[in-house]
């Protein structure tokens, strides 16, 4: 291993070390700063499924410059799957409805334990992630190189994204929505979809231009940068984003909900404002830059641009996720920083080794064929 993931990953050993020293002082404020972690770096995997499925339908030369930083993180997925079994072992601490006297729940939330129990639970995770780690060994082997696709592969990807996009749902209903049962979204879903796939393609992008000066590279057509397709591309899923978030804000004001209001009221005060401001004013940077064909031709724009949309996701998810979770005052925050430096120590230092040596990605799927 290189100096630096050496050094990530004793960086993610200590913080797991401090995770461990957190759960035995407070395991309900440990595990609530663990969860929105491990939902972030789980994100970057199923974002980077869902772009080379979509590519590998319609193909594209933006999709073949981006198709290695992409299956790298694919291939990470493995571990971040384990890094969710700690929220599993003590759902009681994390969701209200697990454990919880039922005579002691709202009515609304009652109707729900049908579905909202433990085992039910397990077993939809245990499908969900049945499902991402078959697709996860499809996609590794159908994306080897260009000459890898065919049609039948084709309609694995159809299939695929079918299967994906169920997984995604139960998936955002079951460890997001759930946090706080009385809130309904029928378009939560895709909130999460899109930005996964718009902090997935970012990510791409800034190893992308880490190696190369894409900004050169002919793009799909004449006089057409690469930078400008990805950029493009990037454009078009930070919209996607953006506007389903809108919608689903949009759909609670008018129709005035007192669950769905309190879901915002929520994230709204105690502070949390202040990081919903900055996701506001990270999208809004994105969506302006990205029209500008000058920043679309620059390397330093393309990178500029690309790391906006991974930190506006980073926002995101901390801040759908983290405000019912959080209980205490600014000493609460150590628990936020111990996750983060264990759960992002451990996957920067997979994926950069992966990324260095690209023949171990395809040991790992060789040893899921055979496993």
């Known amino acids: 291993m290189s100096r630096v993931e050496q050094g990530l990953l004793a960086a993610g050993i200590a913080g797991l070390v401090l995770c461990v020293l957190g759960i035995s002082l407070d395991a309900k404020a440990m595990l609530g700063a663990w969860l929105p972690a491990a939902i972030f770096a789980l994100s970057l995997p199923l974002g980077a499924l869902t772009i080379l499925m979509v590519h590998g339908l319609t193909g ?50 009652r109707e729900k334990l049908a579905y909202l129990n433990a085992p039910f639970f397990l077993l939809r995770f245990a499908c969900c992630a049945a499902i991402w780690l078959a697709l996860t060994w499809v996609v590794l082997n159908a994306t080897r190189d260009e000459a890898s696709r065919n049609d ?71 006089d057409v940068a690469l930078s400008e397709d990805l950029a493009n591309m990037l454009l078009g899923f930070v919209l996607t984003w953006i506007y389903l978030t809108f919608m689903q804000w949009l759909v609670v004001w008018g129709g005035d909900l007192p669950d769905e209001i309190h879901w915002y009221v929520v994230r709204s005060h105690n502070g949390w404002q ?88 395809v040991w790992w799927k060789r040893e899921v064929a055979h496993g």
């Open 274 to 361: 202040y990081l919903l401001y900055v996701l506001i004013a990270l999208q809004a940077a994105a969506f302006a830059g990205l029209l500008s064909r000058d920043l679309k031709r620059s390397h330093a724009g393309l990178v500029w641009l690309a790391g906006i949309v991974l930190a506006g996701h980073f926002a995101d998810v901390v801040w759908r996720i983290r405000p019912p979770l959080f209980a205490g005052g600014p000493l609460e925050l150590w628990h936020d920083a111990a996750a983060w430096i264990g759960v992002g120590g451990l996957w920067l230092a997979l994926f950069l080794f992966l990324l260095r040596r690209p023949d171990k990605i």
């Open 152 to 222: 039948r592969n084709g309609k694995k990807f159809a299939l695929g994204l079918i299967l994906h996009a169920l997984a995604v749902s139960v998936f955002a209903i079951d460890w997001m929505l759930s946090l706080e049962p009385e809130f309904t979204s029928t378009i939560y879903a895709l909130c999460e979809a899109s930005a996964e796939v718009a902090g997935a393609f970012a990510l791409a992008i800034l190893v992308l231009a880490a190696r190369r000066a894409v900004e050169v590279m002919p793009g799909g057509e004449e």
């Open 60 to 109: 594209g030369r933006w999709g073949e410059a981006v198709r290695q930083p992409l299956r790298v993180m694919m291939a990470t997925l493995p571990l971040v799957l384990v890094l969710l079994v700690p929220v599993l072992v003590r759902l009681d601490l994390v969701f209200p409805w697990a454990g919880a006297d039922t005579a002691m729940l709202p009515e609304t939330v």
